[in-house]
């Protein structure tokens, strides 16, 4: 049964810090997805990490995939106080050939909160 | 832009009722599912579709069950609402998407029913 374990589950920061979200996983996979929700509010995709050694970037956030290490980052560099949200990574063990096969496993969620 | 709709961003039920959640995808995707999300537990799937009257088991649907008549919609019910089903659902829809070098199933998700089941 794969999991997915991110830590920290609670990130308390202040703005112009930088700091890193772990995301683990227990089994292979190269498709490992990164999602942001704000309170109150359903998830929206950040970035998609398709194949050992991805980086993507977005403003202040950038993610990595280590497959081998079956771990993902999302770093954050020089936070502020917009970017105070729940991340989710999420893995998809599945192969997209098989169908209805596909679905993701969701990590616990890590709450940051960036203080002015 | 993917847009996925649920019915109610509100719900409360009382204990025993059957309650229906409804979710709405505008973008042919092939694929549904239904979530579950509590604090600490991060999201849990219930149920999912990958076409029109299939459905599979998640790794929770103890309580809950599904309909898929329509490929745009895909129903979540709780054919007798229980206190520990309170909870925020989310609905979510994917189709394979080719990225250039990789197939993925990427999920967009409904803005999310918080029910209240006393």
């Known amino acids: 049964e794969l999991k997915v374990e991110q830590n920290?589950?609670?990130?308390?920061?202040?703005?112009?810090?930088?700091?890193?979200?772990?995301?683990?996983?227990s089994t292979t996979?190269?498709?490992?997805?990164?999602?942001?929700?704000?309170?109150?509010?359903?998830l929206e995709s950040l970035f998609v990490l398709l194949?050992?050694?991805?980086?993507?970037?977005?403003?202040?956030l950038m993610a990595s995939l280590d497959t081998k290490a079956r771990l993902s980052t999302l770093h954050i560099t020089a936070a502020v106080h917009d970017l105070s949200a729940t991340y989710f990574c999420a893995v998809d063990p599945s192969q997209p050939s098989i169908q209805g096969a596909q679905k993701l496993v969701f990590g616990q969620g890590t709450r940051l909160t960036i203080n002015p | 832009d993917v847009k996925v709709t649920q019915s109610s961003r509100y719900l409360v039920k009382r204990t025993g009722e059957k309650v229906f959640l409804?979710?709405?995808q505008d973008m042919d995707h092939e694929n549904m599912f239904w979530y579950r999300q509590d604090p600490g537990l991060g999201l849990r799937l219930i149920y999912f579709s990958y076409d029109v009257k299939m459905k599979e088991k998640g790794d929770i649907p103890e309580g809950y069950s599904v309909s898929?008549?329509?490929k745009e919609r895909f129903s979540l019910i709780l054919e007798s609402a229980s206190t520990n089903q309170t909870s925020m659902y989310l609905c979510a829809s994917s189709s394979l998407e080719d990225r250039g070098f990789l197939w993925v199933y990427e999920q967009y998700f409904g803005p999310g029913?918080?029910?209240t089941v006393t």
């Open chain 1, 29 to 42: 996979s190269d498709r490992l997805y990164w999602y942001r929700q704000d309170p109150g509010k359903s």
């Open chain 2, 113 to 115: 029913t918080r029910l």
């Open chain 1, 8 to 25: 920290p589950l609670f990130l308390s920061m202040q703005e112009g810090k930088n700091y890193t979200i772990y995301c683990n996983y």
């Open chain 1, 51 to 60: 194949s050992n050694g991805a980086v993507k970037q977005e403003g202040r």
């Open chain 2, 68 to 70: 898929r008549e329509k």
């Open chain 2, 22 to 24: 409804e979710c709405v």
